[in-house]
C-alpha cells in the first residue's frame, strides 16, 4: 500500500489550493494522519497531523489560521486544505500515516508515506 498526494499546482500569493491524499488500495488505516513538506535541500517539515477520529488537529505554527487538515472516512480521504498561500509555502508536501497510540510532529513516529505533490507559490 502506497499513498497517494494530489491537488499540488502552481498558484500565486493569497490563492488557495486543497492536496487530498489516498491509498492506493484499501482503506486508510491510521491512529493519525499527518502532512509534512519539504524544500530540496531541507530537513522535512510538520505542517499538520489529525487523529482518526478527527477530535485531535495540531499545525505547525506558521500555517496556522490559513490551512485545515481533515479527513473523510467514507471517501477514505486526508485532506489539506490550505489558504492564503504564501511564496514560503513553496515545497513538496508529503501525506503520511501513524499507526502509533501516541505520537509526535516527528516524521520518526510516521511510518506509510507518499510520493509526495508539489506546490509552488509566486509572489
Known amino acids: 500500500v502506497q499513498l497517494q498526494a494530489s491537488g499540488g499546482g502552481l498558484v500565486q500569493a493569497g490563492d488557495s489550493l486543497r492536496l487530498s491524499c489516498q491509498p492506493s488500495?484499501?482503506?486508510?488505516?491510521?491512529?493519525?494522519a499527518a502532512w509534512f513538506r519539504q524544500v530540496p535541500g531541507k530537513e522535512r517539515e510538520f505542517v499538520a497531523s489529525?487523529?482518526?477520529?478527527?477530535?485531535?488537529?495540531n499545525y505547525a505554527n506558521s500555517v496556522k489560521g490559513r490551512f485545515t487538515i481533515s479527513r473523510s472516512i467514507g471517501q477514505n480521504t486526508v485532506y489539506l486544505q490550505m489558504n492564503n498561500l504564501k511564496p514560503e509555502d513553496t515545497a513538496i508536501y508529503y501525506c503520511?500515516?501513524?499507526?502509533?497510540?501516541?505520537?509526535?510532529?516527528?516524521?520518526?513516529?510516521?511510518?506509510?508515506w507518499g510520493q509526495g505533490t508539489l506546490v509552488t507559490v509566486s509572489s
Open positions: 503520511t500515516t501513524s499507526l502509533l497510540q501516541r505520537y509526535t510532529n516527528s516524521p520518526a513516529d510516521f511510518s506509510l
Open positions: 488500495e484499501g482503506p486508510l488505516d491510521y491512529i493519525a
Open positions: 489529525i487523529n482518526w477520529r478527527g477530535s485531535s488537529r
